[in-house]
């Protein structure tokens, strides 16, 4: 005899910061909510975010920091709901909190007292949460019928927030995908996104002995470009520029840098007009670290006064350092990325509520579907806010 299923209006799966607005968002509605999760606790993601701080938003937050196929598809939901929105939330659960650099907001303490917070809201709510919990087969005959390790469900509504498949070690899978795909919605080929990228040699071997060492920089790929640090690594080059840079960037493309964005192009003329007798590697040293201005000196010059090389020749020379030419042989992959770029078309998707066009009752929110913020809370910005447009349609 099969076990009666549970019946609800929304189930959602994922227990993250999308599906957590998304559940507190519909339960303060009056709907009755069922948020479903694999992991043992919820808010994996939130907890090791900003170095366990979470970086929960920015408040620079515009349509132009994110990426994605479809460039102003997260235009409705973030004017909807507006970091501000989020911090009078904070501030209602009196988290301390504090601006970093560039508009990021970091907890002052733990980034548990975020996941508290949405869970006491959820609460308050009335949502019902299912830990340790894995899903069978997703048929929707009228509602959507789902079997479950914890018994089968029934809802009017499903909001698919499982995220993408950056972290493995927390539990990320490309499960909101194949529900995408089961249903006949596109998926846009998901890749690692703000991750580290990897070298080859032979640049790898001047790099490598560089591991360590971090610069201000300015990183270009195409069009777009990022002035942030960049970090040598003894894998190949990581630091915020190089994150930020990895979402635009295509495998096989060219990363442009220039290691002296401050410096004009013409800066070691200037410096042999200033101090002629200085020797070229002490000149670069003025400009960044020692340990790059000795490896990128060239050696034979290295030790040469200023006044005794031509300026062509220090001309080109800054030229090399303000457009040095990178080609990653590919990036250290989901295990290092903080999102997945691609995942479920937004085509596919209404933006003002994030449900599928073909399939009623379906939703898709966060970073399973393709919309990919810059480092520095944009992400979470994007989580909150699907989650609420969700929430407020299902």
Not at 86 to 101: D, G, M, V
Not at 141 to 155: C, E, I, M, N
Not at 318 to 343: D, F, N, R
Request: glycine residues 10%; positive net charge.
């Amino acid at each position: 005899m099969q076990p009666s299923s549970a019946i609800t209006d929304i189930v959602i799966i994922g227990a993250g910061a999308a599906g957590l607005m998304a559940a507190i968002t519909a339960g303060q509605r009056g709907r009755r909510v069922l948020l479903l999760d694999h992991a043992d606790e919820p808010g994996k993601k939130i907890l090791i975010s900003g170095g366990g701080r979470c970086n929960f938003t920015n408040l620079h937050t515009a349509p132009n920091r994110f990426f994605g196929t479809n460039h102003r598809f997260p235009t409705s939901a973030l004017s909807r709901y507006t970091p501000q929105h989020f911090l009078a939330l904070i501030e209602k659960h009196r988290i301390p909190w504090h601006e970093k650099t560039l508009g990021q907001l970091f907890c002052d303490g733990s980034a548990r007292a975020i996941v508290a917070m949405l869970l006491a809201e959820a609460e308050a709510a009335g949502v019902i949460i299912r830990l340790n919990t894995t899903i069978g087969a997703i048929s929707k005959p009228d509602q959507f019928h789902l079997d479950t390790s914890t018994g089968p469900v029934r809802a009017e509504s499903l909001i698919l927030a499982t995220g993408g498949l950056s972290i493995p070690k927390l539990g990320a899978s490309d499960f909101a995908h194949r529900v995408a795909r089961q249903f006949a919605l596109p998926v846009i080929a998901p890749r690692p996104a703000l991750v580290p990228v990897t070298l080859g040699d032979p640049i790898l071997s001047l790099t490598q002995p560089l591991a360590g060492v971090s610069l201000p920089v300015r990183a270009k790929a195409g069009k777009i470009a990022f002035d942030e640090a960049l970090l040598f690594t003894h894998r190949g080059l990581s630091g915020p520029a190089i994150l930020q840079i990895s979402t635009p960037w295509q495998p096989g493309g060219t990363i442009m840098l220039d290691l002296l964005p401050n410096s004009p192009p013409d800066f070691l003329r200037r410096a042999k007009q200033a101090s002629p007798k200085l020797a070229l590697r002490t000149a670069l040293s003025e400009t960044m670290p020692h340990r790059l201005a000795t490896a990128l000196a060239p050696a034979a010059i290295a030790a040469a006064p200023l006044t005794t090389l031509p300026d062509r020749t220090l001309n080109a020379l800054a030229q090399s350092l303000k457009a040095w030419p990178i080609t990653p042989t590919g990036t250290e992959g989901y295990a290092k990325a903080e999102v997945t770029s691609g995942g479920i078309d937004t085509n596919a998707l209404s933006s003002q509520t994030l449900q599928a066009r073909t399939i009623p009752g379906l939703f898709a929110i966060g970073e399973a579907v393709d919309v990919t913020g810059w480092l520095g809370g944009y992400n979470f910005q994007w989580a909150w806010a699907s989650g609420v447009a969700a929430g407020h349609a299902a």
